[in-house]
């Protein structure tokens, strides 16, 4: 299983491929659309039987671990594919989608950066929410600077790491912040959770806002601190097959898995909630 890095596929696309049309999305269908059985095959397998060939997938910074896992049970599951993964923010992710580069699935941590990619016309059928996320404040081990809450983050000489807003984690945190009526500046804004997951980890800040399961990847490097205000900001994770896709049994097959029973039980022992 091959992994690319985010930057390396963030360059123009071709503009033959850029789409003009618009399609007609029906927001309550995004965010109501779950885990069961539906035209991809049962929830418990590809739908179409084994396929085979590259599979790429498009996936949220968030998924790291648990995609890499599910990309390796997938080929299992199915001998002669193999599945190559780009992990990086959302809003990046989406905007190579809509610049033409070549994938076959796209895994977004919000359903505004889905939204993106459906209205440009560039999904195959309408996306499913298959995991939710909800934000921790994540402390390095010992918890130097005593944050024991929302309000800490904003107390004198307390470094923050957020990502930047156009993120979903910074969407997400800018949201609890102000449900919390909190006012921060943050030292830096990252342009995907584990950017400001390593600040945490480096030392460089004293909290920052990240996903609870970005912290529990993280072992003992660093200690999440919940916060009852992340109840108003918790992210829908939903994914879709692309419509120009490469491999388009394989994009279909990927997504029925990842809504499958196995699947579902990796995702939620990484901390991920059901959908």
């Keep these: 299983m091959n992994a690319l890095p985010g930057a390396l596929l ?10 003009t049309a ?17 035209d991809d095959g049962a929830a418990g397998g590809s739908g179409d039987g084994q396929v085979s060939g590259a599979v790429t997938v498009f996936a949220a910074a968030s998924l790291t671990e648990s995609f890499t896992r599910l990309g390796k049970d997938f080929e299992a599951a199915n001998p002669g594919s193999r599945v190559t993964l780009n992990f990086a ?4 992710l989406a905007n190579q989608i809509n610049q033409g580069a070549p994938a076959d699935v796209f895994a977004s941590a919000a359903l505004a950066n889905m939204t993106t990619v459906t209205e440009a016309g560039n999904a195959d059928g309408t996306p ?8 921790v404040i994540a402390v390095p081990r010992g918890n130097p600077a005593g944050v024991r809450g929302l309000a800490d983050v904003s107390g004198p000489g307390v470094k923050v790491a957020l990502c930047a807003d156009q993120v979903p984690c910074g969407a997400a945190a ?19 959770v584990r ?5 945490v980890k480096l030392g460089e800040v004293d909290a920052a806002l990240v996903y609870r ?8 490097d660093v200690t999440a601190v919940e916060f009852p205000e992340s109840a108003r900001a918790v992210n829908d994770y939903p994914i879709v097959a692309l419509k120009d896709a490469p491999n388009p049994a394989g994009a279909r097959a ?8 196995p699947a579902q039980t990796v995702l939620a022992e990484a901390g991920f909630q059901a959908p």
Excluded at 89 to 92: E, L, Q, V, W
Excluded at 181 to 190: D, M, N, R
Excluded at 195 to 199: C, E, W
Excluded at 254 to 260: G, K, L, N, T
């Design 10 to 19: 963030d360059q123009p696309g071709d503009p033959r491929r850029r789409r």
């Design 128 to 135: 499913s929410t298959f995991a939710r996320n909800q934000l």
């Design 195 to 199: 950017g400001a997951l390593a600040k």
């Design 254 to 261: 990927f997504v029925a898995y990842v809504r499958s029973a």
């Design 174 to 192: 800018r949201t609890a912040l102000d449900a919390a009526g909190v006012a921060l500046t943050p030292v830096t804004l990252e342009q995907d």
């Design 22 to 38: 618009v399609a007609v999305l029906v927001s309550a269908g995004l965010a109501l659309a779950g885990c069961g059985a539906g």
């Design 213 to 220: 399961t970005d912290v529990r990847a993280a072992n003992a």
């Design 89 to 92: 923010g959302s809003s990046a």
